[in-house]
């Protein structure tokens, strides 16, 4: 690995935007630590990216538990290089009516999603503050504005935009900014398993969708790639705090 070479960390990077945006990141020229639950679901985005010559490691961890983070920050630091990249995209859905909603549905969704964001983030920092550079991207959702079925996930994803700002305001003096991304519909497994629940094909469930968006089409992971590339780069160290919404159109 070059002395130039960065490192980046893609939470839930075994499919959809995480392989989308680690893919990106490789191209880009970062060395890559592909993040997932189950370490063997991260050999395909491990292969696609060495098979275009970029680096990449597959890491397994749970983003929710402490240890499990130590441990694989340690590791990817290890063997890749100090990290100063993160993207926190690792997620689940556990939807539900209000008044069906378990605590354990609540709890898991909170626990992936923004545990795991400070979790990733607190581990990471120390490697971001020593190099006077960093980039924190975390995915919020247009969920964060409300969605019926979804206290959990909608709760989750609001309060990643105030830990985005949060961190922008902590981390800014030490060259390290801190941006969300809040994607639309953006077709990917998660999207799938939501029109199996409602029981609707997923052609046609991309269909209505793409019908009620501006730009009259449903988003693909790379959508959200090339979002984070931006957020990544150099060029973008005036752009902290920030919440952008990658739907297609306007949202409130």
Known sequence: MSQERRTAIVTGAARGIGAAVAKRLASDGYAVAVLDLDEGSCGDT???????????????????NEQSVTEAVERVANELGAPTVLVNNAGILRDNL??????????????????????????????????????????????????????????????MQGFTKTLAIE???FGVTANAIAPGFIETDMTAATAARVGVPFEDFIKAAAQQIPVARTGKPEDI????????????????????????GPKD
């Open 46 to 64: 491990v292969e696609a990216i060495k098979s275009t010559g970029g680096e990449a490691l597959a890491v397994g961890a749970d983003v929710s």
């Open 98 to 159: 209000l008044f069906k909603m378990t605590v354990d549905d609540w709890d898991a969704v909170l626990g992936v999603h923004l545990r795991g964001a400070f979790l990733m983030s607190r581990a990471v920092q120390k490697y971001m503050v020593d190099a006077k550079f960093g980039r924190i991207i975390n995915l919020s959702s247009t969920s964060a504005l409300g969605n019926r079925g979804q206290a959990n996930y909608s709760a989750a994803k609001a309060g």
């Open 171 to 173: 981390l800014g003096k």
């Open 225 to 248: 790639a090339h979002t984070a590339s931006f957020l990544a780069s150099d060029g973008a160290g005036f752009v902290s705090g920030q919440v952008i919404y990658v739907a297609g």
